[in-house]
């Protein structure tokens, strides 16, 4: 399948079709796992320095707990990332997320008031940004995290433009 271009739609053989699904960029998988190594890796040696000195070297071994959370954290990360993905279709657009409990949100074009794109300053130095979708209905706001900026600016200009053209066909 090509992810590439802003295609509606995939055919497939019996005649029927599919939407094209896009998933996250990879840096978003970076700066979430260096994230977790960083605050945990801190808080790790801030417990075995504190036991260490309060409670004797054998209550130190403790500070491993946070090593283990990290490795823990580290695989549900990947899980998390690869379970992410978006797809643009001719009356709306698809967000998919969930391991556990799968979480599938459908957003039409002609219900979006406003499309933002955010950066944090962590999401800035990773070149990441967010999209964020309002509608009139609050529990149906999405938002797809982590694109690349050039990504996150073109769906926010492609979903403006399909959103404003079928507000006005209403």
Do not use: C, K
């Amino acid at each position: 399948m090509e992810t590439g271009s802003p295609q509606d739609t995939g055919a497939r053989g019996d005649g029927t079709t599919e939407p094209v699904w896009r998933g996250l960029p990879p840096g978003l998988l970076r700066m979430r796992r260096l994230l977790l190594v960083v605050w945990l890796g801190l808080l790790a040696l801030a417990l075995g320095v504190l036991l260490g000195l309060f409670a004797g070297p054998a209550w130190a071994a403790f500070a491993l707990l946070p090593l283990a959370l990290a490795a823990w954290g580290w695989v549900l990360l990947g899980r998390n990332w690869r379970s992410w993905r978006y797809a643009e279709r001719a009356d709306d657009l698809l967000i998919s997320r969930g391991v556990l409990w799968r979480e599938e949100t459908v957003v039409p074009y002609g219900r979006m008031q406003l499309v933002e794109v955010t950066s944090g300053p962590v999401e800035r130095h990773f070149g990441l940004a967010s999209v964020q979708l309002h509608t009139a209905a609050a529990a149906t706001d999405a938002t797809i995290p982590g694109l690349d900026p050039a990504e996150a600016e073109r769906l926010r200009d492609r979903l403006t433009e399909l959103g404003e053209a079928r507000s006005a066909g209403l």
